[in-house]
């Protein structure tokens, strides 16, 4: 038998062994060049070419902050807070903060990004609100690909281009980073189309967005004028904070010129100070009134009409 070596080649007379690097090499630089083009892809799509002030309407009900928007939403929905507040007054807040839209949390936090904006004018269903956030550029690219869903559903709206999350309930647009959601498709399609002097100042946004603290809520509510809390109070700004146990509020109330001239008299001379310690209890609240609690109440009786403050309640 011969020993002699033998060489294996192709069709095209190369050794089998060159022949194969050279595949590999080749192999190698196709999927260099696409992972390449799916960065830059991925880049240009993220560009932050609209910034979240261009989307919100002024002047709104409400108008906050959410700071931690990505990281507190689960934190405040487990919260045990609210298994003492009235179902009447929360409605299905838990529940809400707690949906996931039919997303992963993942997805949901690069889609939120870091802080939000909400502004709403019914604050009682938010059938209104609207949802403003700036995406994550990992964001950007997950809400391309979930376009591909058939849960995911294309829209238009005057020459507008917006998608329809069966799921969620939501019609959103994304525009540049900045992603808006919103239940009502015509709330949704004001925003995309305010015009200058309709948006709330740049600067205004932009020092809200930035300011640092706990809270996990922070804004300004105009409740309306025929209201039971907008009879006595024309402007409200707060900040929440909610914790598994416990819940921290600030709040800031200016009273309407009527109510603060009627209730003059009676609180001419208050004037900041320590507040009393209260029991410990589901709620606790401590105040100044500068006088008589009786003598308040019956003034405010004689200003609001509220079914529940007036004279005879107070001799009930």
């Known amino acids: 038998m011969s020993e002699t070596p033998r060489l294996l080649t192709t069709p095209g007379g190369r050794p089998v062994r060159r022949s194969r690097r050279r595949s590999q090499r080749r192999i190698g630089r196709v999927l260099i060049g696409a992972v390449a083009i799916f960065f830059v892809w991925a880049f240009w799509i993220s560009r932050d070419t609209h910034p979240v002030a261009e989307f919100v309407p002024a002047p709104r009900h409400l108008e906050a902050v959410l700071p931690h928007a990505a990281v507190a939403r689960v934190r405040v929905a487990a919260s045990r807070v609210w298994d003492g507040v009235p179902q009447a007054m929360v409605a299905s807040a838990p529940e809400a903060l707690a949906d996931r839209r039919g997303l992963p949390d993942w997805i949901v936090g690069n889609l939120i990004g870091g802080s939000a904006v909400v502004v709403a004018d019914d604050v009682a269903a938010w059938s209104d609100a609207v949802f403003i956030s700036r995406m994550t550029r990992v964001g950007c690219v997950i809400e391309r690909v979930l376009r591909w869903r058939p849960a995911n559903r294309s829209e238009w709206a005057g020459g507008l281009r917006l998608r329809y999350w069966k799921p969620g309930?939501?019609?959103?647009?994304?525009?540049?980073?900045?992603?808006?959601?919103?239940?009502?498709?015509?709330?949704?399609?004001?925003?995309?189309?305010?015009?200058?002097?309709?948006?709330?100042?740049?600067?205004?946004?932009?020092?809200?967005?930035?300011?640092?603290?706990?809270?996990?809520?922070?804004?300004?509510?105009?409740p309306p004028a025929d209201s039971a809390v907008g009879q006595v109070f024309g402007e409200v700004r707060f900040a929440v904070r909610i914790d598994q146990d416990e819940a921290t509020v600030k709040l800031r109330a200016l009273f309407r010129p009527q109510v603060a001239e009627a209730l003059g008299p009676f609180w001419g001379e208050t004037h900041a100070s320590v507040l009393a310690p209260v029991f410990d209890g589901p709620l606790a609240i401590s105040c100044n009134l500068g006088g008589n609690v009786e003598q308040t109440w019956r003034a405010l009786a004689e200003i609001v009409d509220v079914p529940w403050l007036t004279a005879a309640q107070w001799e009930a």
């Open 169 to 222: 309930r939501l019609f959103y647009a994304a525009r540049g980073r900045t992603l808006l959601a919103s239940p009502s498709r015509d709330a949704l399609v004001a925003a995309l189309t305010l015009t200058p002097e309709r948006r709330v100042p740049a600067k205004a946004v932009a020092a809200a967005l930035s300011g640092t603290g706990a809270e996990d809520a922070r804004g300004t509510w105009t």
